[in-house]
Structures are given as C-alpha cells and as structure tokens.
T-cell receptor, first 113, second 114 residues
Framework: DQQVKQNSPSLSVQEGRISILNCDYTNSMFDYFLWYKKYPAEGPTFLISISSIKDKNEDGRFTVFLNKSAKHLSLHIVPSQPGDSAVYFCAASGYNQGGKLIFGQGTELSVKP | ETGVTQSPTHLIKTRGQQVTLRCSSQSGHNTVSWYQQALGQGPQFIFQYYREEENGRGNFPPRFSGLQFPNYSSELNVNALELDDSALYLC?????????????FGPGTRLTVT
C-alpha cells in the first residue's frame, strides 16, 4: 500500500534548465508535505515543505506546488545546478503524527553541465 | 552544534543473529525516530521514542525494538535477522514542540544480512 508515490525513478536535466519532480499521494488525511534531498553516504536533508492550506511555497530556486484535488505535488528547481544532483524524496504527514513521515520511493536527479 | 551520528557505518550479520544499532541525537533534541530504507525504496518509519518511551510505531514486527536513554541517545535492536532486513537504517532526531520539518537525519547504518 504505497500512500506516497514518485513514479519517475530518475530524471536528467541540463544545467540552467528547470527540473520538475513529481509526487502523488492517496491519503486525503495528509496535510503536510515535505521534500528531502539525499546525497550518497549522507542522511536525507530537509529542502522545502508545504502545508495543505497553501498551494505554493517558494524558497530561492526551489518551489513546491500542491494540487489537493489531484492529490499531487511537484518540486520545481530553477535554474538547475550540477550540485543539485541527488535523490529527492517526497514525504507526507498529518498533524500530531510527530516524526512519522510517509516517504515516496525517490527520484534520482542528474544535472549535466 | 553536533549533528546526528550513527554507529556502526556498515555491518554484516548472518540470518538468525541479533544486531544493535546506535544513534546520538543532535544537541538539544529529545525525540528520536528510526527508519528503514530498503534498496530502491524510500525510508519507512519503524518507531519513535520520546522521553525514553515508545511514541508511535510503524508496521514492523516485535523483533524490532528500541531504547532511548536519559541523554536522548537511542538504540535499535533487531532479533532473529532475516535476509529482508538488509537495508540502510536511518535515525532522525527532533525537538518536541518544533514542526516536523525540523527532523534531522543521521548518515545511516548499512546492514547486510547473509
């Protein structure tokens, strides 16, 4: 029962272009969504989040969009840089669930110079 | 400020054995969560500890158990190891009262069961 899905295992983008990573969820009780970035031999690091009361959150080059009716969110990286190459995980949670996050399978982003 | 640390980095065990993984929380954090990340999958929640008590558990059998110590460090114990237990085990610490985005992960312990 995969409640959070990232259907693209990998994505390759040219430096300077936009990277769009997608995530779908099935549980309508989720009300907080996060994106994590993971480099090899390191733990996931928090990137950006969005509450279900919003449809967009922006932080520098990173923007997350939430479409609640479609149960879909996406992460946009503009412009993409080679240092952005990593595995990106989408995660979801509900209020009062503490540290319990439900993660997607991850998308490996490769940004080529 | 010291981040989340985990030991050992890598571990090889035989099916049926028992293993203990260790985690030191980030300074000031009183809550620890453990996640299992199988190859090609996202991290999966095992359980969380707060004030030395289990405070939420995912869909893992009882042979997965944990401890949290007064200094907020933590252990994950797995008994009767199975081949499917081979995975990266991630520890994450946080402080109660902060938002869920304030969850800091350690680098993980890579467990291989043969």
């Amino acid at each position: 029962d995969q409640q959070v899905k990232q259907n693209s295992p990998s994505l390759s983008v040219q430096e300077g272009r936009i990277s769009i990573l997608n995530c779908d969820y099935t549980n309508s009780m989720f009300d907080y969504f996060l994106w994590y970035k993971k480099y090899p031999a390191e733990g996931p690091t928090f990137l950006i989040s969005i509450s279900s009361i919003k449809d967009k959150n922006e932080d520098g080059r990173f923007t997350v969009f939430l479409n609640k009716s479609a149960k879909h969110l996406s992460l946009h990286i503009v412009p993409s840089q080679p240092g952005d190459s990593a595995v990106y995980f989408c995660a979801a949670s509900g209020y009062n669930q503490g540290g319990k996050l439900i993660f997607g399978q991850g998308t490996e982003l490769s940004v080529k110079p | 400020e010291t981040g989340v640390t985990q030991s050992p980095t890598h571990l090889i065990k035989t099916r049926g054995q028992q293993v203990t993984l260790r985690c030191s929380s980030q300074s000031g954090h009183n809550t620890v969560s453990w996640y299992q990340q199988a190859l090609g999958q996202g991290p999966q929640f095992i359980f969380q500890y707060y004030r030395e008590e289990e405070n939420g558990r995912g869909n893992f059998p009882p042979r997965f158990s944990g401890l949290q110590f007064p200094n907020y460090s933590s252990e994950l114990n797995v008994n009767a190891l199975e081949l499917d237990d081979s995975a990266l085990y991630l520890c994450a610490s946080s402080s109660s009262g902060q938002g869920i985005s304030h969850l800091y992960f350690g680098p993980g312990t890579r467990l291989t069961v043969t």
